[in-house]
């Protein structure tokens, strides 16, 4: 068999495997990072949602990987991330001509977000690459298989484990704000990863907006309700802590740091 035929074997494995959801061009976003490298070839789905689907990729050297892809004909998806992006500081003139435009930025906001992240020490996965609609990250789990969700996991945790994520979620939050000066925006148990040593890993990040975003402080308090109301109403913690009070914290952490 010659390495021509090799090749066009593998292209149509992977049109199988992805053009059933999503357009060509989106299937040649993701041929363009087989040839620059960055992964070798895709395997099954990790998750999946109206926005995106999340697929196990493998690098050159057998490096599982997370490969998200965004989807590029959702009209509700435009309306939704718009909010997001109109008023933040980074996108300042940004006037897509159509929603392929919108959600390719979109997916380069996530890449940048994780990276600003990643850099101030919040537990995120470690960005590798991006490429339109199509973002390459550290895979979060063993031998192919994400670790939970916090909504998944917690059931099956004890208590003291429970605590410990608690507090680990708003060390995360407070690095979140004061160190990277991002504000999630969606944060919840749905996009909260729990390890086996009861840590945790923040995900979907593509909303994250600029603390200077006129919106920041509202999407803040939503965050930070949810996180508490979960952990008080649904896990049934005694510790859970006022959400103004956790307010007044990262507030007060954000003055200083504009003081300095």
């Not at 003139?93 to 101030?120: D, H, I």
């Not at 199509?134 to 208590?159: H, K, N, Q, S």
């Not at 925006?185 to 390890?195: H, K, Q, W, Y």
Request: one cysteine or more; a negative charge.
């Amino acid at each position: 068999m010659t390495k021509g035929h090799e090749k066009r074997i593998k292209d149509d494995d992977l049109f199988e495997t992805v053009e059933e959801v999503f357009d060509t061009r989106t299937v040649l976003n993701v041929v363009e990072l087989m040839r620059r490298k960055v992964i070798k070839r895709l395997a099954g789905t990790i998750s999946a949602g109206k926005e995106s689907r999340i697929y196990l990729g493998y690098t050159y050297d057998d490096k599982p990987v997370a490969v998200k892809i965004y989807l590029t004909s959702s009209a509700e998806f435009r309306k939704g991330m718009w909010k997001y992006i109109a008023g933040d500081p980074r996108f300042a003139g940004f006037s897509p001509r159509n929603t392929r435009e919108l959600v390719y930025a979109w997916a380069r906001k996530e890449f940048r977000n994780l990276a600003r992240l990643y850099e101030a020490g919040v537990r995120v996965p470690r960005p590798i690459s991006v490429y339109n609609n199509v973002l390459v990250m550290e895979f979060i789990g063993e031998d192919g298989l994400r670790y939970p969700l916090l909504v998944e996991a917690y059931r099956d945790l004890e208590l003291e484990e429970l605590e410990k994520i608690h507090d680990k979620v708003l060390e995360e939050l407070e690095k979140m704000v004061c160190r990277a000066r991002l504000v999630h925006g969606d944060l919840s148990e749905f996009n909260i990863m729990v390890t086996p040593d009861a840590d945790v890993v923040i995900i979907d990040v593509s909303q994250a907006l600029d603390v200077g975003h006129p919106n920041a402080l509202e999407f803040l308090r939503r965050d930070v309700e949810r996180v508490e109301s979960f952990f008080k109403d649904e896990v049934g913690l005694n510790s859970v802590k006022d959400p103004n009070s956790i307010l007044e914290v990262l507030l007060k952490c954000l003055e200083k740091r504009k003081v300095e």
